[in-house]
């Protein structure tokens, strides 16, 4: 058997299976062999049904095993900042959710101690790696559409969350938009130095009340010159949808969503076609297996994650902008540091 | 044979030469009478090519002549504001090729004039007429979609008009934009309160040199809260890109491209298709002839035209407001009169 | 003005006013100069709408204008024989609708007459003039997917015939099928040696008490020892289904249906998009208009028809087999001569 | 934990691999606890990677334990008809690869002995399991495109397989059409009664001089009178081309193939999309996961699999009959016992 990293999980949620099962079934150089989790009860089902070795209430018993050499925080984000610098004191490589933190001196302390110690970081930008935004970025890159001039993203969620979540989400632009943020970077290959926002509450008043809006517009000026216009809608009735399009002088590049069949059906008044997948889960189902391949891959070989510290920064960045943008109805520029 | 409605044609230009083939082949309703332009040989050649009575250069001879009910003003912009006051002033309707003008003093004598004579008045937003972007008003309007809350409208040329065009059109608003505009308007059938425009010279420099842009993104803020974004572009390189959506909370409509033909090749790479028709002639073909039939109902019928004067003065109130914005990079509201 | 051809039409009824419009308002080249119709007030009506000089009962008169070059047969398929004939030996070039005669010896004096006469005949295959199995034909032939090796061609009308019609048609092979039959030689540029059929009364049991049947699927085989595979329904209840696929060894060539708009509904539970065009006059409007231009072409320039005598011939072969395939199970060789 | 079945694998190459894969990882209710190889070696690699237990050269071994309660049977073809009979004798359940044999007998004796112990056998149809040709399935099932009346299946390989497995396949009809031979009848839930085939060596001549066919067109006449027409071809250079339609009185239902991304190229000359997943484990990744739970399934629940012992039969029925029609040139009647 080739040579394993092994891993500990930390928070055995919803995201934190997901990572687990295709770490262990799908990745062969991972070995994952600790889950900590405050519900202590979710750990150990999942340590049961994974036959993971070790498992811990406190994350903390998790840093002190010497042989595991990664961490994977999928905690609540406001755990994030503090698990990275921890992990990092102690030499361990992490991967962790997105945002880092909500709040950028953190970010800042958690990226330092990871220079510091010399750590690989990689952030949970999973979207960088489903086969279609990944084709496209390689057609962008190589060169296949000329220089991009134009940049579109629809990015819709098909319910919004619930309450309790919004209060603590940090808002649209920092909980969801942060991806559709971190996808205009990635598929342009470069950065953005002001943006506009406008957005509204259309779907639920009571995500209003919450002082959050679940409707935006966010218009883009990229260092290039190129301009981009992301939309974001918290329910989209007909399920998942996530489409974006490059533009450039030579042509253009434009993906579609995901439906579960290919079965159209012809009736009398009209073709009927599936919509879009329904959930995250489904639709990035590839996306997820592939960033962990390409963690552990990056781990194996000694290189840096595509998806570093600093694209974790600059979207919250880009985020806190997009706050103050709707706040002010002007541009504003995008802090570099 | 039923009623018809007597027409003279006021410019034997591109446009003119469409509307007149339109109403003398497939409007039973109109009857083509007279037709003038300042270059009587190409009043002269239309006239021999659909056997147009009265040719004249000069266009005042055609108000003169008292079985002409209705006149089409396909002449150069800046002369369409003139034109209309002085056929209305003379009883007659008016079909007018948008802009009524670029100076909003000059559309309000028109429309005041217009008002006075009790006349109808039909502006060439011939994009209203299409089959597809009428389907859509068609289901927004009926409920379909809900209440809509998004609108996306990408309108792309297949190529770049020339320098000494660009440097009388008004600008990219004014000229090009101001199609989306209207058909943000009427998709939505509301106004829009603000809107916020951001643009590049990123095609041609020499469009630059001119003062003016040549890709563009804008944002709209509608009367019900809900936003729209609208991208321009002056260069699709694989053809004429006239796409909308609507989005609700029932729902949204998409409107995709025409192509020339069906045909898909699948070779050992990749699957072929169609790009869009090329040219606005061709993408908007039905919808020229709709919109002249639309306008000899509107008379035969005593009805106002749906493409009317005040849709004709707000688009141009829009182009103005996305003006002032890309100069200030703030949001401006488009004034209501 | 340029050189035209004058034009009787004989058949004022559907298709004869389809073409008529076509020629009057499009086709330059040509001058309609004369109708007839054994319902005179049909000629009368068409005459006085296009302004058509002559209008007879008795096409026998249109024959013996010295004026007219080219006689168009849009009359009931029992007459075209013997009207090719007759406008043969008075030197007038021919366009006739399709079949030339659903008996062989006719269709062989019709074809003697106009060799001996050496004049012109087109048959109205309009389909081969359609844009998109143009552009497929134009693809195979060269070389785009290599050898040819398998053909699949759907074609299904939205609505049966009435009764009267199905018992006067030939049948669904020489009516129906024999449109594919051409598409199938035209698309492979080879005859077809043999084919085998089967078929059933599945729709409507009357049209079976008519001896008929409206389902259909058949078999060919090629010169080359491509396959091919046709089905033809009578009813599809979504629309005129026209599809065709070309599959060679190095791809294929797939034809999907023309749809009215455009748009695409997305509601929660599935994504509508347009079922094809109603009627097969919608359908092939460019087709027929096409055709009209090619004919034209050929008689000013003096070239042979593409859609001759022998491709009428030929499909009435094909359908003579298929009939005799469906009486005995088997495969059936296809006459050559 | 809940129940689990415990299963016994004959074969550990490709396809049983993939089998033990998904039993080992995403079907709880099964527990692999043997495999067995004539290749050792195989056999132990498997065991090492997956854990499993019981590891032998003679599948005879997996008998003799009394915990194993079911046989997944992926050897060559010519073994298992054999391996049924010893497994249902020793009162296991039994997975079978297709086809159970190649000889009607063989397969009678495996029915029988499995019909007289009583125990479950699932044959490895797995189309059946795939999401949109279930779906398709259901749709007819439901009654919503009406009666059934004409049924199109394209199924082509993405190249030939090697001519040393040509030789011992059993010929197109047996190893590659038998699949959509099960499908026909999946689909429409009836029998065919005749069917009648042509057939040609057109890709590559070494598949010709082993007496075999590489292009296949097959009619198909079902017991309710619905007609149907099967393409097969054994390379299509695009990749693993798979579609079905059933059409019906009421509509039809159309499914297309899977593709590996959703990116669309718009280049000057034409839109580029992916063309189809190049290989059938991709391609129908999920039914091989999805027929592994049906089999557990009905293990668990003590329910007749729906791809069992007649399917597995009358598939090789009418392989026989296309082989015997192909070289009678008519139809043949399918026997139905």
Redesign the interface.
Known sequence: MVKQVNIGLIGAGRIGRIHARNL???VPGAKLVAVADVVIASAKKLAEELEIPICEQDYHRLLEHKEIEAILICSSTDTHAQMIVESAKVGKHVFCEKPIALEIDKIDQALAAVAKAGVKLQVGFNRRFD??FK??RE?VESG????P??L?I?S?DPQPPPLDYVKVSGGLFLDMMIHDFDMARYLLGEEVTEL?A???C??DPSIGKCGDID???V?L?FES?????I?N?R????GYDQRI?V?G??????????T????????????????PLFFFLERYQEAYLAEMHHFVNCLLEGKEPSAGGWDGKISVLMGLAAQESLAK???IKVKKS
């Open positions: 262990k079934f799908q086969p279609s084709k496209a057609l296949r559409i000329g220089t001039q134009l579109r629809s819709r506009m406008a957005g509204n259309l779907i409707t935006a517009v218009i000026k010159g190129a301009l981009g216009a939309d809608s329910q989209a009735i007909y399009e533009f002088s030579k042509g253009s590049v434009v993906v579609g969503n995901k579960p069949t290919e079965v159209m059906v012809h009736s009398a008044d009209s073709i009927h076609s599936d919509t109805a002007t541009f």
